[in-house]
């Protein structure tokens, strides 16, 4: 049996699927130490790269109506095998959790509020999210229109009021870089904000209409990469050169926001934007972690799992990285390997495996 | 049910005990407690080799009490107070300040800072990290260089304004009626630095003495290499650049009248640059035409100039006046060996590939740059007059 009960519509999966990707806009950063100005090409690439994969875990919930990940882990791969990849799965999304929750913490403490013990803000932002994940994914999925909208309007706002200061000739020379650091920079993005969409093979199991999936999968990373490419395009015509030497680049980059020396000091707007849609980014990310982890362990209910686990994802996300400059390093250069085989081979191979095998039986019906 | 109701009400105690206890006090900086700061200055402490920093803090009481100075017995009358310190680095007199203000510097709101001459001459690298990496200073505040020291630049009281680094800043932002010098924020300036051909510059400030007055006059650009003082532009220089760069506003341009008894004096409209970079068998020419647009704003002769004939060598006459202004400028970047056009840049942009071979030996490339300069003036209007004012000779 599947865990979650509750049901999603296409639509929603789309407006999920646009925020979770848009919420890693701030983690672009990570990218534009590397690959300067040539980082619009690099999303780019990426997502070109990540599209197959993505469709192949669209095709894989297709195939596997009503079921989640780790009960498709389970059919596939036998019983054993089945768990230890789940549970692979399931230290990647709590990783991934803690690391998002820091970064919430980050932004704060570097950019809003100085003097606030950093802890707190771990804390306050993992009780939110953890109510959220109490109320289940309907919740979720039918607010996520409302966050998709406000951090667009954030982004196209700040391109518009930013666009008298942009030097176009900042994306010149166009293939610069060489190819290392590009093929560096792909393999963040597509690992970052496209790559981990695999979670969504958690969610899809609960749409009611599978029908369409594909499209609205696609439509939504669509949304998801165009304001990617705002954000990096507006970041690279503003500040030119100077764009990698800044803890964050928006952030700059809206600081020099200057109408009439009216419309001045919009930090707020990103500040608005990036809690919201990071909001949305970890939300999910703890929805699929306690299912996961309930369906490995065949619980009724996931809610027991939620409190104890925040209070996990709090200590981890306070301890595992000293400062900002070991998180930026350990993402850029190991966070992004151990999640290579999650991303890009188990679900095609998934995929492949139960087509051979023709899974999933029809006489031996759902669930394990 | 009542188990429900109760619960509610305990729900309803937490959260408005939250509201109390999570606003929280700790960090709280309350506005009669900040010492808002509109000014800095940075000077070196010679004996010492220390950092001796301005900052000037606005006098709470003055700047509610309105046009009535020296409210509640202030002395001088002075509405701010330049409070100053010495330390080994930026953040460290900043911090040392608060021996002296018994705050923190609140710094947000910033507007200018200025440089002494000897802190500009031993180089800004190791300055400006600070006013960059702070959390509180804005990447559009103002650079300024003083001509002499920082400090008394800041003391010059305006006879307008209340503040004297609001008036510098006045004074910056309207360098678009003359053109003769440009606002550099820190944001420019460091992506000037960056680059490493292209020259950095920031406008120069300095004290003249009227009668028993001070005045501030901000005129010219000092220019930076690598961050190091290497000299100075004058009025007409920062014009030829600001041609070249497509930044010129406004600003006034005089020519001999055709029948070379007067002058007439154009006001720039508007104005418009393309910079071509070529190269062609390892010369470099950059290709440079402008388009101007001006109004005959005043003439000194009695010849009728608003006729079809006379503005046309008007414009031409001005067209080798803008010709003459960019090649000053260009004769001075050579001279200093500093690419202040950033041309450098523009040829990276263009040639990325040969730029590789030719970057280290940028400075003597630079020498031998061309220019090939072709200038479209144009004169659009002559405003209320369409004839000048002297006896009208009647046509037989």
Redesign the interface.
């Known amino acids: 049996m599947n865990i979650e009960k509750g049901k999603i519509s296409g639509q929603q999966l789309l407006f999920l699927i646009a925020g979770f990707v848009h919420g890693s806009a701030l983690l672009i950063d990570f990218t534009v130490g590397i690959t300067e100005h040539q980082t619009w090409m690099v999303i780019l690439a990426g997502l070109i790269i990540t599209v197959p994969v993505i469709l192949s875990y669209v095709v894989l919930a297709k195939r596997f109506p009503e079921m989640n990940l780790v009960q498709i882990n389970d059919m596939v791969y036998g019983r054993f095998l089945g768990k230890v990849i789940s549970i692979y799965y399931i230290f990647f999304f709590l990783m991934t959790l803690s690391f998002n929750i820091r970064d919430v913490g980050e932004l704060y403490i570097t950019f809003l509020m100085q003097d606030t013990p950093f802890i707190f803000f771990l804390i306050v932002f993992t009780a939110t999210v953890s109510y959220a994940v109490a109320k289940g994914i309907e919740v979720l999925a039918r607010v996520s229109h409302l966050f998709v909208v406000t951090g667009l309007f954030a982004i196209i706002s700040t391109f518009i009021l930013l666009i008298d200061q942009m030097d176009f000739s900042n994306f010149l020379p166009l293939f610069e870089l060489p190819f290392i650091k590009i093929f560096q920079g792909i393999h963040i993005v597509s690992a970052i904000p496209f790559g981990e969409t695999v979670v969504f093979l958690m969610i899809m199991g609960c749409l009611n209409n599978t029908e369409h999936a594909v499209k609205k999968t696609f439509l939504g990373l669509m949304i998801g990469v165009v304001s990617l490419l705002i954000v990096a395009i507006r970041n690279t015509a503003v500040l030119g050169g100077i764009q990698t030497i800044w803890t964050s680049t928006s952030f700059q980059s809206i600081r020099l926001i200057n109408i009439g020396t009216v419309l001045t000091r919009m930090d707020f707007l990103i500040g608005i934007a990036q809690t919201i849609l990071i909001f949305l980014k970890c939300s999910i990310f703890f929805y699929v972690s306690v299912t996961a982890i309930s369906q490995l362990f065949g619980l009724k209910s996931y809610l027991p799992l939620v409190l104890p686990l925040a209070g996990i994802e709090v200590i981890v996300a306070a301890t595992v990285f000293q400062s900002p400059v070991d998180h930026a390093t350990i993402t850029q250069n190991a966070g992004i390997i151990y999640s290579v085989p999650l991303i890009f081979i188990f679900p095609p191979l998934s995929l492949l495996i139960a087509k051979i095998r023709g899974l999933p039986k029809p006489e031996r019906g759902k669930g394990t | 049910m009542i188990k429900k109701n109760s619960f509610l009400i305990i729900k309803l105690i937490i959260c408005f005990s939250m509201c109390i206890s999570?606003s929280?006090c700790?960090?709280a900086r309350e506005i009669n407690d900040l010492e808002i700061v509109i000014g800095m200055g940075v000077d070196k402490d010679k004996d010492t080799g220390d950092i001796l920093l301005t900052a000037q803090v606005v006098k709470k009481d003055a700047a509610v009490g309105g046009a009535g100075n020296g409210g509640g017995g202030g002395g001088d009358g002075k509405s701010f107070w330049n409070v100053s310190s010495n330390g080994k680095s930026i953040f460290d007199a900043v911090r040392q300040i608060t021996h002296k203000t018994g705050n923190r510097l609140f710094i947000s709101h910033n507007q200018v800072v200025i440089f002494g001459n000897d802190i500009a001459e031993e180089g800004l690298q190791e300055y400006i990290d600070f006013f960059?990496r702070a959390?509180e200073m804005?990447?559009?505040t103002m650079i300024l260089i003083a001509e002499k020291k920082a400090s008394e630049v800041l003391d010059a009281k305006p006879e307008t304004e209340k503040y004297p680094a609001m008036n510098i800043a006045k004074l910056v932002e309207t360098s678009g009626f003359t053109s003769h010098f440009f606002e550099v924020n820190m944001?420019d300036f460091?992506?000037c630095m960056?680059?490493g051909t292209t020259a950095s510059l920031a406008p120069s400030v300095s004290i003249v003495q009227e009668k028993d007055n001070k005045d501030i006059y901000v005129a010219g650009m000092v220019v930076f290499k690598n961050g190091k003082m290497v000299g100075k532009m004058n009025h007409d220089e920062v014009r030829g650049l600001l041609w070249v760069l497509g930044k010129v506003k406004s600003g006034v341009i005089i020519v001999p009248s055709p029948n070379k008894q007067g002058k007439a004096i154009l006001e720039i409209v508007k104005a418009k640059s393309k910079v071509k970079p070529e190269m062609k068998d390892g010369r470099i020419v950059m290709n440079i035409s402008i388009k101007e647009e001006s109004s005959l704003s005043e003439q000194t002769t009695t010849e009728n100039l608003a006729t079809d004939k006379a503005l046309e060598k008007l414009q031409e006459a001005s067209a080798e006046v803008i010709r003459q202004e960019i090649m000053a400028a260009f004769n001075k970047s050579r001279e200093l060996k500093a690419d202040i056009f950033g041309f450098g840049e523009m040829i990276?942009?263009?040639y990325?590939k040969e730029w590789k071979t030719i970057e280290d030996k940028w400075d003597e490339i630079y020498q031998t740059i061309e220019l090939k300069i072709e200038v479209d003036s144009k004169i659009i209007k002559t405003d209320l007059l369409k004839k000048p004012v002297s006896p009208i000779k009647k046509e037989k």
């Open positions: 999570l929280g700790s960090g960059l959390h804005r990447p559009t944001k460091a992506s960056m680059s990276h942009k263009k990325h």
